[in-house]
Protein backbone atom coordinates (compact mmCIF):
# COMPACT_ATOMS: atom_id res chain seq x y z
CA UNK A 1 0.00 0.00 0.00
CA UNK A 2 1.40 3.43 -0.87
CA UNK A 3 1.28 6.52 1.56
CA UNK A 4 0.50 9.39 -1.00
CA UNK A 5 1.94 11.62 2.40
CA UNK A 6 5.36 10.10 2.03
CA UNK A 7 7.41 12.33 -0.05
CA UNK A 8 10.63 10.91 -1.74
CA UNK A 9 13.39 11.22 -4.06
CA UNK A 10 14.91 9.00 -6.68
CA UNK A 11 18.65 8.33 -6.78
CA UNK A 12 19.50 6.93 -10.09
CA UNK A 13 22.62 4.26 -9.89
CA UNK A 14 24.70 2.91 -12.59
CA UNK A 15 27.52 -0.21 -12.48
CA UNK A 16 29.22 -0.46 -15.82
CA UNK A 17 32.44 -2.61 -16.80
CA UNK A 18 34.00 0.60 -18.89
CA UNK A 19 36.55 -1.12 -20.71
CA UNK A 20 39.08 1.14 -20.07
CA UNK A 21 42.20 -0.89 -20.38
CA UNK A 22 45.80 0.48 -20.38
CA UNK A 23 47.23 2.00 -23.52
CA UNK A 24 48.45 -0.87 -26.07
CA UNK A 25 45.76 -3.21 -24.86
CA UNK A 26 43.65 -4.18 -27.39
CA UNK A 27 40.88 -6.83 -28.82
CA UNK A 28 40.78 -5.62 -32.20
CA UNK A 29 41.47 -2.89 -34.76
CA UNK A 30 41.09 -0.47 -31.90
CA UNK A 31 39.27 -0.05 -28.47
CA UNK A 32 38.38 3.50 -29.38
CA UNK A 33 38.90 4.18 -25.35
CA UNK A 34 39.21 8.03 -26.23
CA UNK A 35 36.50 8.15 -28.26
CA UNK A 36 34.30 6.23 -25.88
CA UNK A 37 35.42 7.94 -22.40
CA UNK A 38 34.31 11.57 -24.41
CA UNK A 39 30.72 10.10 -25.62
CA UNK A 40 30.47 8.73 -21.79
CA UNK A 41 31.34 12.19 -20.38
CA UNK A 42 28.75 14.05 -22.66
CA UNK A 43 25.79 11.74 -22.92
CA UNK A 44 26.23 9.17 -19.80
CA UNK A 45 27.36 11.14 -16.69
CA UNK A 46 24.09 13.76 -17.11
CA UNK A 47 21.82 10.32 -16.78
CA UNK A 48 23.11 9.40 -13.17
CA UNK A 49 23.68 10.33 -9.25
CA UNK A 50 26.36 7.17 -8.56
CA UNK A 51 28.14 5.42 -11.10
CA UNK A 52 30.54 2.69 -10.22
CA UNK A 53 32.80 1.20 -13.04
CA UNK A 54 35.42 -1.24 -13.29
CA UNK A 55 37.98 -1.39 -15.66
CA UNK A 56 38.26 2.86 -15.58
CA UNK A 57 42.54 1.92 -15.19
CA UNK A 58 44.64 4.75 -13.98
CA UNK A 59 47.57 2.92 -14.97
CA UNK A 60 49.76 4.56 -17.83
CA UNK A 61 47.25 7.10 -18.99
CA UNK A 62 45.26 10.06 -17.23
CA UNK A 63 41.83 9.02 -18.76
CA UNK A 64 40.57 8.49 -15.06
CA UNK A 65 41.86 11.62 -14.00
CA UNK A 66 40.28 13.27 -16.82
CA UNK A 67 37.00 11.12 -15.68
CA UNK A 68 37.14 12.82 -11.93
CA UNK A 69 37.52 16.20 -13.54
CA UNK A 70 34.86 16.02 -15.72
CA UNK A 71 32.53 14.41 -13.16
CA UNK A 72 33.02 17.15 -10.57
CA UNK A 73 32.07 19.68 -13.19
CA UNK A 74 29.06 17.53 -13.77
CA UNK A 75 28.24 17.87 -9.95
CA UNK A 76 29.31 14.74 -8.80
CA UNK A 77 32.17 16.17 -6.49
CA UNK A 78 32.59 12.49 -4.07
CA UNK A 79 34.88 10.13 -5.06
CA UNK A 80 36.20 6.41 -4.22
CA UNK A 81 38.51 4.64 -6.73
CA UNK A 82 41.04 1.58 -6.58
CA UNK A 83 44.35 2.33 -4.97
CA UNK A 84 47.09 3.54 -7.39
CA UNK A 85 49.98 1.18 -8.56
CA UNK A 86 53.22 2.44 -7.45
CA UNK A 87 56.93 2.29 -9.28
CA UNK A 88 57.45 -0.35 -6.71
CA UNK A 89 54.27 -2.19 -7.19
CA UNK A 90 54.19 -3.45 -10.70
CA UNK A 91 50.93 -4.70 -11.14
CA UNK A 92 47.92 -2.49 -12.68
CA UNK A 93 45.46 -0.88 -10.13
CA UNK A 94 41.82 -2.67 -9.77
CA UNK A 95 40.45 -0.36 -12.46
CA UNK A 96 37.19 0.56 -9.93
CA UNK A 97 35.90 4.11 -9.78
CA UNK A 98 32.44 5.25 -7.60
CA UNK A 99 31.13 8.67 -8.15
CA UNK A 100 28.62 10.48 -6.16
CA UNK A 101 26.24 13.65 -6.14
CA UNK A 102 25.51 13.04 -2.09
CA UNK A 103 28.25 12.56 0.19
CA UNK A 104 30.61 9.83 1.20
CA UNK A 105 31.01 9.57 4.66
CA UNK A 106 33.59 7.06 4.85
CA UNK A 107 34.71 4.43 3.11
CA UNK A 108 37.40 1.58 2.58
CA UNK A 109 38.94 -0.52 -0.06
CA UNK A 110 39.82 -4.23 0.07
CA UNK A 111 42.50 -5.91 -2.60
CA UNK A 112 42.12 -9.39 -3.29
CA UNK A 113 45.59 -11.33 -3.56
CA UNK A 114 46.83 -11.87 -6.71
CA UNK A 115 44.92 -13.82 -9.67
CA UNK A 116 45.89 -16.04 -12.14
CA UNK A 117 46.07 -16.13 -15.96
CA UNK A 118 46.53 -11.95 -17.41
CA UNK A 119 44.67 -11.01 -13.66
CA UNK A 120 47.64 -11.51 -12.03
CA UNK A 121 49.09 -8.27 -13.02
CA UNK A 122 45.88 -6.37 -11.78
CA UNK A 123 45.20 -5.21 -8.19
CA UNK A 124 41.35 -6.31 -8.45
CA UNK A 125 39.32 -6.31 -5.08
CA UNK A 126 36.53 -3.70 -3.97
CA UNK A 127 35.18 -0.56 -3.11
CA UNK A 128 32.94 0.27 -0.44
CA UNK A 129 31.22 3.30 0.76
CA UNK A 130 28.45 4.48 2.74
CA UNK A 131 26.73 7.77 1.12
CA UNK A 132 23.97 9.91 2.64
CA UNK A 133 21.08 10.17 -0.02
CA UNK A 134 19.18 12.18 2.61
CA UNK A 135 19.86 13.44 5.71
CA UNK A 136 20.77 11.12 8.35
CA UNK A 137 19.60 8.43 5.63
CA UNK A 138 22.28 6.44 4.21
CA UNK A 139 22.72 3.07 1.80
CA UNK A 140 26.36 0.73 2.14
CA UNK A 141 27.53 0.23 -1.53
CA UNK A 142 30.21 -2.39 -2.59
CA UNK A 143 31.59 -2.03 -6.13
CA UNK A 144 33.86 -5.21 -7.42
CA UNK A 145 35.40 -6.58 -10.12
CA UNK A 146 36.88 -10.16 -9.83
CA UNK A 147 39.16 -13.34 -11.80
CA UNK A 148 38.12 -13.92 -15.30
CA UNK A 149 37.22 -16.33 -17.25
CA UNK A 150 38.23 -16.94 -20.43
CA UNK A 151 35.33 -19.72 -21.52
CA UNK A 152 32.02 -18.68 -21.15
CA UNK A 153 31.17 -21.58 -18.78
CA UNK A 154 34.54 -23.02 -17.06
CA UNK A 155 34.32 -25.85 -15.23
CA UNK A 156 34.03 -25.20 -11.76
CA UNK A 157 37.73 -26.89 -11.18
CA UNK A 158 39.29 -24.38 -13.17
CA UNK A 159 41.51 -22.13 -11.87
CA UNK A 160 39.93 -18.99 -12.34
CA UNK A 161 37.11 -20.41 -11.02
CA UNK A 162 38.99 -21.17 -7.62
CA UNK A 163 40.43 -17.89 -7.37
CA UNK A 164 36.76 -16.23 -7.70
CA UNK A 165 35.49 -18.38 -4.89
CA UNK A 166 38.48 -17.17 -2.38
CA UNK A 167 37.54 -13.55 -3.72
CA UNK A 168 33.98 -13.97 -2.88
CA UNK A 169 34.81 -15.31 0.92
CA UNK A 170 37.08 -12.36 1.13
CA UNK A 171 34.72 -9.95 0.12
CA UNK A 172 32.07 -11.17 2.40
CA UNK A 173 34.38 -10.88 5.47
CA UNK A 174 35.07 -7.35 4.31
CA UNK A 175 31.18 -6.72 4.42
CA UNK A 176 31.15 -7.58 7.70
CA UNK A 177 34.17 -5.68 8.87
CA UNK A 178 32.62 -2.48 7.47
CA UNK A 179 29.11 -2.32 8.73
CA UNK A 180 29.15 -3.15 11.89
CA UNK A 181 27.72 -0.03 13.12
CA UNK A 182 25.19 -0.50 10.19
CA UNK A 183 21.33 0.02 10.85
CA UNK A 184 19.48 -2.57 9.99
CA UNK A 185 17.06 -0.20 7.96
CA UNK A 186 20.29 0.52 5.62
CA UNK A 187 20.21 -1.35 3.01
CA UNK A 188 23.55 -3.09 1.47
CA UNK A 189 24.12 -3.27 -2.35
CA UNK A 190 27.19 -4.69 -3.94
CA UNK A 191 27.32 -4.64 -7.71
CA UNK A 192 30.01 -5.37 -9.79
CA UNK A 193 31.46 -7.14 -12.98
CA UNK A 194 31.36 -9.94 -10.96
CA UNK A 195 32.77 -12.07 -13.78
CA UNK A 196 30.37 -15.48 -13.06
CA UNK A 197 28.43 -16.45 -15.95
CA UNK A 198 24.78 -17.47 -13.97
CA UNK A 199 23.66 -18.26 -17.40
CA UNK A 200 23.30 -22.29 -17.93
CA UNK A 201 25.17 -22.65 -21.57
CA UNK A 202 22.12 -21.34 -24.05
CA UNK A 203 19.85 -23.39 -26.47
CA UNK A 204 21.34 -22.25 -30.14
CA UNK A 205 17.80 -22.04 -31.10
CA UNK A 206 16.09 -19.34 -29.06
CA UNK A 207 19.11 -18.33 -26.74
CA UNK A 208 17.27 -15.19 -25.24
CA UNK A 209 14.93 -18.15 -23.18
CA UNK A 210 17.65 -19.56 -21.23
CA UNK A 211 15.95 -19.98 -17.54
CA UNK A 212 18.06 -21.67 -14.42
CA UNK A 213 21.08 -20.80 -12.99
CA UNK A 214 24.52 -22.25 -13.27
CA UNK A 215 26.47 -24.16 -10.67
CA UNK A 216 28.91 -21.50 -10.39
CA UNK A 217 26.28 -19.01 -9.48
CA UNK A 218 24.19 -21.20 -6.57
CA UNK A 219 27.97 -21.74 -5.28
CA UNK A 220 28.74 -17.67 -5.51
CA UNK A 221 25.02 -16.98 -3.97
CA UNK A 222 26.18 -19.52 -0.97
CA UNK A 223 29.35 -18.03 -0.23
CA UNK A 224 27.96 -14.58 -0.25
CA UNK A 225 25.29 -15.82 2.09
CA UNK A 226 27.22 -17.33 3.75
CA UNK A 227 25.64 -21.25 3.82
CA UNK A 228 29.46 -22.30 2.12
CA UNK A 229 30.06 -24.79 -0.69
CA UNK A 230 29.48 -28.10 0.13
CA UNK A 231 31.43 -30.41 -1.59
CA UNK A 232 31.36 -34.71 -1.16
CA UNK A 233 31.36 -35.76 1.91
CA UNK A 234 30.91 -33.30 4.74
CA UNK A 235 33.43 -31.02 3.54
CA UNK A 236 32.28 -27.39 3.73
CA UNK A 237 34.18 -24.56 2.32
CA UNK A 238 34.14 -20.74 2.93
CA UNK A 239 31.45 -20.87 5.35
CA UNK A 240 30.18 -17.99 7.60
CA UNK A 241 28.95 -17.86 10.82
CA UNK A 242 26.27 -15.42 9.94
CA UNK A 243 23.67 -16.27 7.19
CA UNK A 244 22.09 -13.67 5.40
CA UNK A 245 20.09 -12.75 2.62
CA UNK A 246 21.12 -12.03 -1.20
CA UNK A 247 18.50 -11.10 -3.55
CA UNK A 248 19.37 -10.85 -7.55
CA UNK A 249 17.61 -7.84 -8.26
CA UNK A 250 18.52 -8.53 -12.12
CA UNK A 251 17.12 -11.68 -12.13
CA UNK A 252 14.01 -10.99 -10.22
CA UNK A 253 13.07 -8.49 -12.43
CA UNK A 254 13.67 -9.91 -15.65
CA UNK A 255 12.38 -13.69 -14.54
CA UNK A 256 16.10 -14.72 -15.90
CA UNK A 257 19.48 -13.93 -16.49
CA UNK A 258 19.79 -11.61 -19.06
CA UNK A 259 23.07 -11.27 -21.14
CA UNK A 260 25.12 -8.35 -20.21
CA UNK A 261 28.24 -9.95 -22.36
CA UNK A 262 28.59 -11.10 -25.84
CA UNK A 263 25.44 -10.80 -26.88
CA UNK A 264 23.85 -12.39 -30.17
CA UNK A 265 20.97 -11.31 -32.29
CA UNK A 266 19.47 -13.92 -35.68
CA UNK A 267 20.18 -12.81 -39.26
CA UNK A 268 17.51 -12.90 -41.96
CA UNK A 269 17.88 -16.39 -42.37
CA UNK A 270 17.57 -17.21 -38.29
CA UNK A 271 21.55 -17.44 -37.81
CA UNK A 272 22.36 -16.42 -34.53
CA UNK A 273 25.45 -13.81 -35.01
CA UNK A 274 27.15 -11.80 -32.63
CA UNK A 275 25.63 -8.41 -31.81
CA UNK A 276 28.68 -6.79 -31.83
CA UNK A 277 32.10 -7.37 -33.10
CA UNK A 278 34.16 -3.87 -32.43
CA UNK A 279 35.35 -3.77 -28.97
CA UNK A 280 34.88 -8.07 -28.33
CA UNK A 281 37.42 -10.27 -28.29
CA UNK A 282 36.60 -13.03 -31.12
CA UNK A 283 37.49 -15.43 -28.76
CA UNK A 284 34.33 -14.41 -26.83
CA UNK A 285 31.69 -13.92 -29.53
CA UNK A 286 28.31 -15.99 -28.65
CA UNK A 287 29.33 -16.38 -25.01
CA UNK A 288 25.86 -14.89 -24.30
CA UNK A 289 27.14 -14.48 -20.78
CA UNK A 290 25.48 -12.66 -17.49
CA UNK A 291 28.36 -11.31 -15.40
CA UNK A 292 26.87 -8.30 -14.23
CA UNK A 293 25.06 -7.99 -10.77
CA UNK A 294 23.10 -5.57 -8.85
CA UNK A 295 22.85 -7.85 -5.08
CA UNK A 296 21.00 -6.92 -2.51
CA UNK A 297 22.56 -7.97 0.81
CA UNK A 298 20.57 -8.08 4.15
CA UNK A 299 19.69 -9.90 7.27
CA UNK A 300 16.37 -9.27 6.62
CA UNK A 301 14.92 -10.69 2.84
CA UNK A 302 12.45 -7.74 3.25
CA UNK A 303 14.42 -5.12 3.92
CA UNK A 304 13.80 -3.70 0.44
CA UNK A 305 10.29 -3.41 1.30
CA UNK A 306 10.47 -2.05 4.86
CA UNK A 307 12.99 0.58 5.19
CA UNK A 308 13.53 4.09 4.10
CA UNK A 309 15.53 3.51 1.25
CA UNK A 310 14.50 0.54 -1.48
CA UNK A 311 15.57 -0.23 -4.89
CA UNK A 312 12.67 0.35 -7.14
CA UNK A 313 12.37 -3.21 -8.72
CA UNK A 314 10.36 -2.76 -11.67
CA UNK A 315 13.24 0.11 -12.60
CA UNK A 316 16.08 -2.33 -12.26
CA UNK A 317 17.80 -3.61 -15.40
CA UNK A 318 19.89 -3.93 -17.97
CA UNK A 319 21.33 -0.91 -20.14
CA UNK A 320 22.59 -2.10 -23.39
CA UNK A 321 24.22 1.39 -24.37
CA UNK A 322 23.92 1.31 -28.29
CA UNK A 323 25.68 4.03 -29.66
CA UNK A 324 24.79 5.48 -33.74
CA UNK A 325 27.07 7.63 -36.09
CA UNK A 326 30.47 6.31 -34.13
CA UNK A 327 33.54 3.78 -35.02
CA UNK A 328 32.00 1.78 -31.91
CA UNK A 329 28.18 1.09 -31.52
CA UNK A 330 28.29 -0.21 -27.89
CA UNK A 331 29.67 1.87 -25.02
CA UNK A 332 31.57 -0.79 -24.11
CA UNK A 333 32.17 -4.36 -24.71
CA UNK A 334 29.64 -5.04 -21.40
CA UNK A 335 26.17 -3.62 -21.15
CA UNK A 336 25.34 -1.96 -17.26
CA UNK A 337 23.05 -2.21 -14.80
CA UNK A 338 21.34 0.29 -13.46
CA UNK A 339 18.36 0.66 -11.22
CA UNK A 340 16.69 3.56 -9.18
CA UNK A 341 16.75 3.97 -5.09
CA UNK A 342 13.72 5.46 -3.94
CA UNK A 343 14.40 7.70 -0.72
CA UNK A 344 11.48 8.59 1.41
CA UNK A 345 11.99 12.26 3.13
Same mark, same amino acid.
Not at 106 to 115: A, K, M, V
Not at 182 to 194: C, K, N, T, Y
Not at 311 to 323: A, P, W
Given at each position: ??????????????????????????????????????????????????????????????????????????????????????????????????????????????????????????????????????????????????????????????????????????????????????????????????????????????????????????? %? !? =???? &??????????? $????? #? *?????? %? !? =???? &??????????? $????? #? *??????????????????????????????????????????????????????????????????????????
Amino acid at each position: MVDNNVTFKEVRLLSLNFFMRPPLIKNNFSDYKEERLKYFIENVLPIYDIICLEEMFEFGSTRRQRLLEAAFKAGFEYTWTSPRSTIFNLSIDGGLVIISRFPIRSQDNITYPYGTYSDRLAAKGALYVKIELAEDQFVHLFSTHTQASYVASPPLSDKSVLVREQQFFLLRQFIDKVIVSRRSHEPIILVGDLNVNSRPPPDSSNPSSVKGDSQEYLN %M !I =KILD &GEGIHEEGSTV $KYSNK #K *IISVRD %M !I =KERC &GIHPITFADVL $KDDEG #K *IIPREVVLTSKDDLLAQASLDYILLIDDDPNINDSGKIRLDLQRTGVQEFFIKNQPFSQLSDHYGVSTILCVNL
